[in-house]
């Protein structure tokens, strides 16, 4: 009974250990891995969408000039105009979303906590988790659900402070002697093993997926340098295409004179 009440306490720990791993994946990890990108490759991606979305407007006023001039009707460029910026609204939106997650993700960077704070909040967070989680602790009462969501709600905006109290205030579940105990403590070793292997196996899936399996090449200069390379190659291309496309315009349209794009800055 003994070696099995502590093989349970060590399964706990693994347990709780790797539930506060999958949580800081999820909310934490994720988060600042993708405002790494976007500090790292937004704004080259942005350029691409802003000659994308160029190239898509000179072709669509092209096509409704042409339209025109098929039924014998000069071009209304102010017209036409207005109805491509109508259609375009969704690029529009899309720029725009654009530019805020670049701010976004240089605020959330310059926002980190400190190395040492970092180490506290996460050790504060695995032993909550070890004392709280449902996981661990399926027959929670009220009382304790209500201190779970507190602590998850701390934990995901990095609320030291406010975990240093909830930690004070909680003590770990003891494991009692009761009629049928060791059946009872075999069932909850068996269920722990599988949660484990459970949990394990979620975590590895996560980071297979983006943006964990960016990790290193975001850390990599010669991988982030030659993505830029490729970013700048095809926006280049499309700024020759939109390039071209103006000069056709020209011809098609006299009163046509060539501006710069729309879009958020």
């Known amino acids: 009974m003994v070696r099995l009440k502590a093989a349970i306490a ?6 709780a250990l790797l539930l506060a791993d999958g949580h800081d994946l999820s909310h934490t990890v994720r988060y600042n891995l993708l405002a790494l990108y976007q500090t790292k490759l937004g704004a080259w991606e942005l350029e691409l969408m802003r000659s994308q979305v160029r190239v ?8 409704l000039a042409q339209a025109a001039l098929n039924r014998g009707v000069v071009p209304n460029l102010l ?7 109508e259609e375009q609204v969704l690029w529009e939106a899309k720029l725009r979303e654009a530019v805020a997650k670049l701010r976004q993700a240089e605020e959330r960077l310059t926002n ?7 180490v506290e909040l996460k050790k504060l ?12 602790h399926p027959d929670q009462t009220e009382g304790d659900r209500s201190m779970w969501r507190q602590v998850q709600e701390a934990y995901d905006v ?4 406010r975990l240093r109290a909830l930690s004070l205030v909680m003590t770990d579940s003891p494991l009692t002697d009761t009629p049928h105990a060791f059946d009872k403590l075999k069932a909850e070793h068996d269920l722990l093993i599988k949660r484990i292997a459970e949990q394990e ?4 899936a996560l980071k297979s997926q983006p943006p964990f399996n960016l990790r290193e090449n975001l850390e990599d200069d010669n991988w982030v340098s030659t993505k830029r390379t490729t970013l700048e190659k095809e ?5 020759a295409q939109a390039a071209t496309l103006e000069k056709h315009l020209e011809q098609l349209i006299p009163s046509y004179v060539p501006r710069i794009e729309f879009g958020p800055n």
């Open 158 to 161: 990095a609320d030291v402070e």
């Open 10 to 15: 060590q399964r706990r720990g693994e347990l």
């Open 112 to 118: 980190l906590l400190s190395h040492e704070e970092n």
């Open 56 to 63: 898509a407007r000179l072709k669509r006023i092209m096509e």
């Open 125 to 136: 967070y695995h032993q909550l988790v070890k004392r709280l989680h449902p996981d661990l």
């Open 235 to 239: 926006t280049e291309e499309l700024q």
């Open 201 to 204: 196996h979620k975590i590895n």
């Open 79 to 85: 017209q036409i105009e207005a109805q491509v910026r």
